[in-house]
């Protein structure tokens, strides 16, 4: 409480030594990255300086209340946080009054431009203070009811309430990965998407008007366009589809052999050959990695696996171990090692008194020293890969840390989430796992090989269409192209397109299938994971250049390559200080400004060519792929054969 008063006292000493005129003036919304009339550029410099210095303490109080609760979920923490937020959003209602009373489109310096246009945008705090509540409520709820949902265990006939005491982080996480009961998959695939999705379907439908009208506040045509202005790319949309495109034919292979091998393991009866997918069976719960399948899947069952798991487990790894690994590696490349109160900080593993929020996040406290990262880490090959990517976010908050704070982003989200995975394409190759005593010594045979590229194909390549259809269903959503009535079928319309997964019980409009992925009810836009599955092979391509690598990309470490740490650096310590498509230039040596697919294919060009000789008598693709099907064949059914058999029958 103390600290909160405090952040009032700041917000209304931002303002002394303003014109008069810019408070309490009324602005005209509804255009984007407005500006005023004040020329005054040295004004306006004295009052970025000023910005940084106040919102750096307002932003540190936000983020450490958020903090507080997502560690340890109690009702005192909430309120403290609701209160937090609702104080910044004051904040930022009235810097977004002054930066947008300058005309600072005609500013001499490009980066001051460059600031203000950030600044300038003022987000959901544009709405009017009862609907600004309402909508923080909202969001408050939707992440409370989906970090709390538990389900019941499937083993017990007939459950008491304290049997239904399951969370999604370890238990339901570790009975995906690892059972190959159908049934069971089933009853867990089942309670889990029931309980966390349905219950919070019409607090979303009303998260969508609300935020729509923030969006069109601040001069966007929806939420889902506001999301997408963080790329800064006019053809953003159209950019994505022909990397999808490129991709598809990838996919198309690593589905149909994994299809072949389920089919398999469960029959024709439970898997149409032909067919999406049931969504359950692929080893996770929103089958977006399929990695944890391997032992049904891998291509040479008898020679080596990478899962390091058993490994891990055997050596005794720790959480802690597993961090430590990420930082070496980090350091290795000359980049920088986390501070030593970040071991301290953190919340590397589950604590058992007390509810958190699970899914991992790195934080940034905003006063350039203090970083920590939550995750409940198990010791597994998946936490193990999850730990370098939320490291990866920590390396970025060290290398931008001289950045003001509007430039301590990412160039795009992309970026952000492309670090961690391309550090770990060097960690995972079999030569680092071998040199680091996770992987026994093995010939580097073809065998060998395929098992390693086939392992990272269910990781990258199967993630690519969920990476994709999740934003693309939210920015239909949002644009009401999708109406609220169809959420569900529109959501399984494109599963079954993009991914060709089916649901494997009927689904309703009472259900809420999408909101049983944690970034939906937390408000977290996706697409910046399928542009980071791409920039990460860009990212690992230029750095394996940069280290003198030659061979095939994806046996290229960089492991103390200071030359391959040096240019990553130099990307990183921009921030959002240039637009993306100049951190691609300066990455990949001038040579392009786009997001591109060249280096992700290459990198699975083996694979390529061993999926397309093994699935050369299977079918590719599958039925309802192009939404016309199912419709065209129960179009076929009524035009052509049932007049057939009529005739049949009554002549
Ligand atoms: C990524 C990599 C491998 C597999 C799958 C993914 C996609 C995605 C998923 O479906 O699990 N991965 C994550 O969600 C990892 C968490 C995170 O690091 O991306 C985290 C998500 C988050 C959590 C709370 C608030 C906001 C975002 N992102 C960050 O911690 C983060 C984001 C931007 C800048 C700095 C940190
Ligand atoms: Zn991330």
């Not at 910005?51 to 540190?60: E, W």
């Not at 109160?341 to 350039?368: N, Y």
């Not at 599958?622 to 419709?631: C, F, L």
């Amino acid at each position: 409480m103390m600290k909160l008063s405090g952040t009032i006292i700041l917000v209304t000493f931002l303002f002394l030594g303003y014109p008069k005129d810019v408070q309490g003036r009324r602005r005209s919304l509804n255009h984007k990255y407005l500006q005023g009339n004040n020329t005054d550029e040295a004004a306006a410099l004295r009052f970025l300086v000023d910005y940084d210095k106040k919102a750096s303490v307002v932003c540190n109080f936000v983020m450490s209340s958020q903090w507080n609760y997502n560690t340890n979920i109690t009702d005192v923490n909430r309120q403290q946080m609701q209160e937090a937020q609702l104080e910044y959003a004051k904040f930022q209602k009235e810097v977004w009054k002054l930066a947008t009373s300058f005309a600072w489109k005609n500013f001499r310096d490009s980066s001051i431009r460059r600031q203000f246009k950030v600044l300038s945008v003022l987000g959901r705090a544009a709405l009017e203070d009862d609907k600004l509540s309402e909508l923080q409520k909202l969001l408050g709820e939707m992440r409370d009811s989906y970090a709390q949902t538990k389900i019941c265990d499937y083993k017990i006939e007939k459950p008491k309430r304290s049997d239904c005491n399951l969370p999604l982080e370890p238990d339901l996480t570790r009975i995906m990965s690892k059972s190959r009961d159908f049934d069971e998959l089933l009853f867990t695939w089942k309670a889990w998407h029931d309980a966390s999705g349905q219950p919070i379907r019409e607090k979303f439908n009303r998260y969508v008007e609300l935020s729509n009208e923030a969006a069109s506040l601040n001069g966007f045509k929806d939420h889902g366009d506001y999301w997408r202005s963080a790329y800064d790319t006019p053809d953003f949309e159209e950019q994505l589809e022909n990397l999808w495109y490129s991709l598809r034919p990838l996919y198309h292979q690593l589905h149909a052999y994994v299809r072949r091998k389920l089919v398999q393991e469960y029959g024709e009866d439970k898997i149409d050959p032909a067919g999406p997918i049931p969504a359950h069976l692929l080893g996770n719960m929103w089958a977006q990695s399929w990695t944890n399948i391997l032992d049904l899947t891998l291509p040479f069952p008898e020679k080596q696996s990478i899962d390091v798991t058993e490994a891990m487990v055997a050596q005794g790894y720790t959480p802690s171990r597993i961090f430590k690994m990420a930082d070496d590696f980090f350091a290795s490349l000359g980049m920088k090692s986390v501070p030593e109160d970040f071991w301290e900080k953190s919340m590397l593993w589950k604590p058992e008194d007390r509810d958190v929020v699970c899914h991992a996040s790195a934080w940034d406290f905003c006063d350039r020293g203090d970083f920590r990262i939550k995750q409940c880490t198990e010791v597994t090959m998946e936490d193990f890969v999850t730990a370098h990517h939320e490291m990866g976010h920590i390396q970025y908050y060290l290398q931008y840390v001289d950045q003001p704070l509007v430039f301590r982003e990412g160039a795009n989200p992309g970026f952000h989430e492309a670090v961690g995975d391309a550090i770990s394409l060097s960690v995972i190759t079999p030569s680092h796992l071998r040199q680091v005593g996770l992987l026994n010594k093995a010939e580097d045979d073809y065998e060998n090989d395929m098992n390693f590229l086939f392992t990272m194909g269910m990781e990258k390549i199967a993630f690519m269409p969920f990476g994709y259809l999740l934003d693309k269903w939210r920015w239909k959503v949002f644009s009401g192209e999708i109406s609220s009535e169809r959420l569900n079928e529109a959501w399984w319309d494109y599963r079954i397109k993009y991914q060709g997964i089916s649901p494997p019980v009927n689904r309703t409009e009472e259900n809420f299938d999408a909101g049983a992925k944690y970034h939906v009810p937390s408000n977290i836009p996706y697409i910046r994971y399928f542009v980071s599955f791409v920039l990460q092979f860009q990212l690992h391509q230029a750095m394996c250049d940069a280290a003198g690598y030659e061979g095939p990309l994806y046996k290229c470490d960089v492991y103390k390559s200071k030359e391959a740490g040096r240019l990553l650096s130099s990307v990183l310590a921009l921030g959002s200080a240039k637009p993306s498509p100049e951190a691609i230039r300066i990455l990949t040596n001038g040579r392009t400004t786009k997001m591109d697919a060249a280096p992700i294919l290459e990198y699975f060009e083996p694979l390529m060519r061993w999926l397309e000789e093994e699935n050369a008598e299977s079918p590719l693709g599958w039925r309802g792929e192009n939404g016309a099907d199912v419709k065209t064949s129960i179009g076929v059914l009524i035009t052509i054969v049932l007049p057939i058999i009529s005739r049949f029958i009554f002549e």
